[in-house]
């Protein structure tokens, strides 16, 4: 008799058992179910029947990862205290936005803080010349994001040190703006997409 006649069996019996009144088996079968039938149906018939049952197996549940910090992976960081937010900046900058979004993006990076980009943290290969020559990978840089702009807003000025620059022109929500950081503690801001680079001094 095959397994599946036999578990049929054990249920059919079990079945009439519990409605004949015999107590004894009707509480063992109530109690543990299937197995407990495959019990009573061989104490009865003296059949050879595995009343072992197979086990559920439970799958590890995986965590994963915010799709913010999957994005800084690619991109190793090595805190920087060099880099750690000061007083303010020298030369000043006279626009407290920009101040204060510089200020947050560098106290993010001097920490390794997971950034919006997967462009955040890569190599800048100083292309343009607008900073001294350096070995590659020294440069990494960053999206700079200033709050109120949008993509299609225009070129506006900046002055810094008494001088006054224009930006970029908001061609995606990126914007043309980056902060760029050689040997982990040098600072420097371009406003219009690396066609100008100014160097800036934390004032601790």
Do not use: W
Not at 168 to 189: A, D, L, N
């Amino acid at each position: 008799m095959s397994l599946i006649k036999k578990l049929r069996s054990a249920l059919l019996l079990s079945s009439a058992i519990v409605f004949s009144g015999v107590a004894f088996v009707s509480a063992e079968v109530a109690s543990s179910g299937a197995k407990q039938s495959l019990e009573a149906y061989a104490a009865v018939s003296g059949a050879q029947v595995s009343a072992e049952l197979p086990v559920p197996v439970m799958q590890e549940v995986v965590n994963e990862e915010p799709a913010l910090l999957e994005k800084s992976k690619g991109n190793p960081c090595t805190p920087s205290a060099d880099i750690a937010p000061g007083k303010g900046f020298s030369p000043v900058i006279e626009d407290q936005v920009r101040i204060t979004a510089i200020t947050q993006l560098l106290g993010k990076i001097s920490v390794c803080s997971a950034l919006p980009y997967s462009q955040d943290g890569v190599t800048n290969n100083n292309l343009e010349g607008g900073m001294p020559q350096a070995p590659k990978g020294y440069y990494k840089e960053y999206t700079l994001i200033v709050p109120g702009r949008q993509t299609g807003d225009g070129a506006v000025p900046v002055v810094i040190g008494g001088k006054t620059y224009m930006t970029g022109t908001m061609q995606s929500k990126r914007g043309p703006e980056r902060i760029i950081i050689g040997g982990g503690k040098f600072i420097y801001y371009t406003m219009d997409h690396y066609k100008t680079f100014v160097p800036l001094t934390i004032v601790k």
